[in-house]
């Protein structure tokens, strides 16, 4: 039950970043703004990436701490 459940919150985790990172939505991004010297364009990617990973790492963790994994 579990090991499905895990299953499919990965698999919503990776359409989601698909759908983030995809040209549409990405496209939102690209404007000529800078925001504490960066433009918003790399901060917007860099900051998408940065929260896929850390919600990635959060569902192992929680995953590995559920099933007593070391």
Same mark, same amino acid.
């Given at each position: 039950m579990g090991n499905t459940? !895990?299953?499919?919150? *990965?698999v919503a985790l990776f359409c989601c970043g698909w759908m983030l990172l995809n040209f549409p939505l990405l496209g939102l991004w690209d404007v000529a703004v800078w925001v504490l010297g960066v433009p918003l364009l790399p901060l $917007? *990617?860099?900051t998408l990436w940065g929260? *896929? !990973?850390a919600v990635l $790492?959060? *569902?192992m963790e929680r995953r590995a701490a559920d099933w007593g994994d070391d």
């Open positions: 459940l !895990i299953k499919q919150r *990965l $917007a *990617l860099f929260g *896929l !990973i $790492a959060w *569902l």
